[in-house]
């Protein structure tokens, strides 16, 4: 009888050990699961707006974004205006965020205060200014190692060409799409993007 009684308690061990070691196994994959999800995402990125206020991307989630790299002195520049009808026309689907960078000819040569002004002033610019970073170089800020490395974005290398040259990310924070600095942001391709 004990000997019975002997087996049963260890069949009943044995029950229990495999039941924990699988409910361990599920654990770790939903853990690696939940972390491959929020990987290659934008929104593991803070930043800082042009007046030393910080910006989360986690905060746009549901809504897509365009981020530009912008200068004030580029034959380019004028596209604020179009960047501007762009985010009032979309602003509930769509969110631009400018990062100012020196990193071509120089044309983004003022300081924070300066840029803020000029963008407001003269391209009545209301959609999310960040300070002015580096998009290149040995220098180049985090979230342009996130937007030019297929190792941290999931999608593709590419690297920065000039001043305004557009990554699209969608509502769920991926990159989708990177953008030549002469298309046009009212381009149908980016138009398209954006409502469908």
């Known amino acids: 009888m004990r000997g ?3 087996f049963s308690k260890l069949a009943a061990m044995k029950t229990l050990y495999f039941t924990i070691i699988a409910l361990s196994l599920l654990t770790v994959g939903n853990a690696q699961q939940t972390k491959k999800n929020t990987m290659n995402t934008i929104y593991n990125y803070s930043v800082e707006t042009l007046s030393g ?6 905060k746009l989630k549901g809504k897509k974004i365009m981020i530009v790299n912008t200068a004030s002195e580029c034959g380019l520049t004028p596209q604020y205006e179009k960047l501007q009808d762009l985010y009032e026309k979309y602003q509930d689907k769509l969110v631009i965020v400018g990062f100012p960078a020196n990193n071509f000819g120089a044309q983004e040569p003022g300081s924070n205060q300066e840029i803020e002004s000029f963008c407001k002033l003269n391209y009545g610019v209301t959609f999310p200014m960040m300070s002015k970073i580096s998009v290149k170089g040995d220098d180049m800020h985090e979230i342009y190692e996130f937007l030019t490395q297929k190792s941290k974005n999931g999608l593709q290398d590419s690297e920065v060409e000039w001043n305004f040259q557009k990554y699209l990310i969608d509502e769920n924070g991926k990159l989708v799409k990177v953008i030549s600095p002469k298309v046009q942001p ?5 138009v398209d993007w954006v409502k469908n």
């Open 186 to 190: 009212d381009d149908s391709e980016i």
């Open 4 to 6: 019975v009684i002997y």
């Open 53 to 58: 206020e910080p910006f989360d991307f986690s």
